[in-house]
């Protein structure tokens, strides 16, 4: 990535697998992250993404999330590409990825939680326990039905 002409063009698919990201309703074997915006404005808010895949969910983190969030600096964009790669590799477990990207993209955005679908229904992360618990009503933390697990779905469409 060395000229304006690429940066741009990368920026414009960045957009396009945003908006497949955001538009692609969950099911299981899929992979997401939720992230939020962590620009000076404040704004604060945030979205899940979802890919048919971990090496597209990794694609996107590593290429796509800092031009789509507005940076232009192409070492921040190749840091997180290095990140990434550690990270795919099996390096750096998901914690520490997540602290240093997270890092990298302080004043961009921020990822909170990083998995699969399936992590989502039945995971033990925090992040997991809060989301199921929309579902659940008041329930005791379990594992989702399917049908509950739908109800998820529709849930990380519009959660912010």
């Not at 796509?64 to 550690?86: C, H, M, Q, S």
Request: aromatic share 12%; net charge negative; proline share 3%.
């Amino acid at each position: 990535m060395s000229t304006t002409q690429d940066i741009e063009q990368l920026r414009d698919e960045a957009m396009l697998f945003a908006d497949r990201g955001h538009q692609h309703r969950p099911k299981q074997g899929d992979w997401g992250f939720y992230a939020y915006d962590d620009s000076s404005a404040g704004y604060r808010t945030g979205a899940f993404m979802w890919f048919e895949s971990k090496p597209e969910l990794l694609l996107y983190l590593g290429t796509y999330e800092a031009l789509f969030a507005g940076e232009t600096d192409p070492i921040v964009v190749r840091t997180a590409e290095l990140l990434v790669e550690k990270f795919a590799s099996g390096s750096v477990s998901k914690e520490e990825f997540l602290k240093d990207y997270n890092l990298l993209m302080s004043g961009i955005s921020q990822v909170r939680w990083l998995g699969s679908f399936d992590q989502l229904i039945s995971g033990d992360e925090e992040f997991a326990v809060h989301l199921r618990s929309l579902v659940l009503l008041g329930e005791p933390d379990r594992p989702l039905t399917c049908s509950e697990a739908e109800a998820l779905a529709d849930i990380t469409l519009e959660y912010e």
